[in-house]
């Protein structure tokens, strides 16, 4: 029997979906806690109750170190995963991602990096104030900063200087995008775009993480096509693709989530994203 393995580290809505909608496909099921199981690289011993030649890894970990390790190691078994270790390393590291789509021809927010804090006064100049200081790693908004002025920007680089995380030296400083109240999420699955949100806040962080709210969002041609580049220019097979929308550019695309989270966009839009999921694996085991 074609088997689907759920890799986590907490199983929250969105694992419990999945697990339900691969076993109502008929797939048999393998909750792999990652935090429980050893796994051998290059497949040594088995730990794991199937075969990898007839299943498949949805990789679903919390913390981006956990996701990426355990990817790579889990390949080397033979398992094919959703995504991939390549496809996880380029979006979990936002300069990857941005020279990714950069290189793709994709819009993105105007975005340089600086390994010194004199360089990042320079650069404020150049862009101009407001601009954002973001952390090259990390999720749900977190360590973003909105700079409004000199003294502002001195104070976060000092901030980031005492911090004991190597990344936190490395600047990555873009800037401030006028979005109208909101940003959209666009989720896609292999070449199909299947669903995607605004998400909408008084806020400049529109994070629903960080109490922004999710609506339906329309997707029109040419936003299908720039997802739809954007999942390819970093291989990604199941996106969170986020995109802002801007006056006179129009859409940028800002970044790109290889394990999104989409319990808000099932329920404000009806789309089953875990059943298309599924849908997509077994596509992709009968091949």
Not at 56 to 70: K, W, Y
Not at 137 to 146: E, F, I, N
Not at 261 to 268: C, G
Request: hydrophobic fraction near 45%; include cysteine; charge should be positive.
């Amino acid at each position: 029997m074609p088997g689907l393995v759920i890799a986590y580290e907490i199983m929250r809505w969105e694992e419990r979906a999945i697990v339900n909608a691969a076993r109502e496909a008929g797939l048999k099921v393998t909750s792999l806690h990652l935090h429980a199981v050893f796994l051998p690289i290059g497949g040594f011993a088995k730990p794991l109750p199937t075969d990898p030649l007839s299943s498949i890894v949805v990789q679903r970990a919390v913390s981006h170190v956990s996701a990426l390790n355990s990817t790579l190691v889990m390949e080397s078994m033979g398992f094919k995963v959703i995504n991939s270790s390549e496809a996880l390393a380029k979006s979990f590291n936002k300069v990857w991602t941005l020279v990714s789509l950069a290189k793709a021809g994709l819009n993105t927010p105007r975005t340089a990096v600086a390994l010194g804090e004199e360089p990042c006064y320079k650069l404020a100049q150049l862009i101009g104030y407001p601009l954002v200081v973001k952390p090259i790693d990390g999720s749900w908004g977190r360590l973003l900063a909105l700079v409004r002025d000199e003294e502002e920007l001195r104070t976060i680089l000092e901030h980031r200087a005492y911090m004991a995380n190597p990344s936190m030296k490395v600047h990555m400083v873009q800037e401030y995008v006028k979005k109208p109240g909101r940003d959209i999420r666009v989720f896609t699955i292999g070449d199909e775009v299947v669903a995607a949100i605004y998400r909408v806040s008084s806020h400049w962080i529109t994070n629903t993480a960080r109490g922004g709210r999710a609506e339906p969002a329309h997707v029109d041609p040419e936003l299908e096509d720039l997802a739809l580049r954007a999942a390819k220019a970093l291989g990604v097979e199941f996106a969170g693709i986020d995109v802002f929308e801007d006056r006179d550019r129009g859409y940028l695309v800002n970044e790109v989530n290889a394990i999104p989270e989409f319990k808000n966009t099932v329920a404000v839009t009806g789309c089953k994203v875990h059943v298309k999921l599924v849908d997509y694996a077994k596509s992709v085991l009968k091949k």
